[in-house]
């Protein structure tokens, strides 16, 4: 397996508080990682810290080779480093060909409008929203604007996708048909980063799991094997309810 992007060491502070504090993990080409970690926990910085929303405090984020902290958001974007966003806010006014397009022309590197929009065409036909193409971004159902944001950040043709709370608000079959769409990018060798709350959906989406807790990465590893881990339990739980928790397990 090959790496795509590794954080060495990688903090923020905003005055006095450590959002993301001294965060180390690599992740490798073609995988599903979850993100975890109660609110507030810092999963949204560190997104933040990836794709240059926000300078690092310290640290280093390697991207496919090289170094990319002190990037803005848009040379991230075109360098492969794509990402959606938790509140979805498409151009309302604009065809969804047309938001689409504008994802293709701003980090897809396409040299021209029509190349966008062919772009956009064919990311349109993979998320199954072509029938929808001409229609104005505003009248789409919460499904399908999450669809058009995936569709977006495909047409940057990434390397690397951050998908933060694609699920949130969708029914349990509307996330059964984003997770298969997340696992068709994956198949296409897309390396995903997943934020998630429900447990259910990271652990039959993920290969591995990220767990931040005020800040810093407590546990990192094979599903099962994570959230089985005490400091995990103690992160979502709390210390007290935990130590009863495992007593009663003692207890039968
Ligand atoms: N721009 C900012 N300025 C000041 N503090 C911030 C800023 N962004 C985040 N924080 C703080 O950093 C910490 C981590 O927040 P963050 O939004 O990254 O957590 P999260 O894990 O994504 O939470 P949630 O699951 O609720 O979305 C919080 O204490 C938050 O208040």
Redesign the pocket.
């Known amino acids: 397996m090959t790496e795509i992007l590794r954080l060495e060491g990688v903090s923020?502070a905003?005055?006095g508080?450590?959002?993301?504090n001294d965060v180390s993990f690599a992740l490798q080409e073609g995988q599903i990682v979850g993100l975890i970690?109660?609110?507030?926990?810092?999963?949204?910085?560190?997104?933040?810290l990836i794709t240059g929303v926000?300078p690092l405090t310290a640290g280093r984020v390697v991207f496919a080779g090289r170094n990319v902290a002190g990037q803005k958001p848009f040379q991230a974007a075109r360098r492969g480093l794509a990402r959606t966003f938790?509140i979805v806010q498409p151009f309302p006014q604009m065809s969804v060909v047309e938001n689409v397009a504008a994802g293709a022309l701003f980090g897809g590197g396409q040299p021209s409008r029509q190349a966008a929009t062919e772009a956009a065409r064919r990311e349109l036909a993979f998320v199954g929203l072509e029938p929808f193409a001409e229609t104005p971004a505003a009248s789409l159902t919460l499904p399908n604007r999450k669809r058009l944001e995936l569709a977006k950040s495909l047409a940057m043709q990434p390397k690397v996708l951050l998908l933060?709370?694609v699920n949130a608000g969708l029914n349990a079959v509307e996330i059964d048909g984003a997770l298969d769409l997340i696992r068709q990018i994956a198949a296409r060798g897309i390396t995903i980063l997943i934020?998630e709350?429900l447990m259910k959906v990271v652990l039959s989406i993920s290969q591995r799991i990220l767990v931040?807790h005020h800040?810093e990465l407590i546990a990192e590893g094979e599903p099962r094997a994570v959230l089985d881990d005490e400091r995990v339990i103690e992160a979502y739980l709390g210390a007290k309810f935990a130590a009863r928790f495992r007593e009663a397990g003692r207890d039968g």
């Open positions: 923020k905003f005055g508080v450590r959002a993301v970690g109660p609110n507030g926990a810092g999963k949204t910085t560190l997104v933040n926000h938790q933060d709370e934020i709350h931040l800040g």
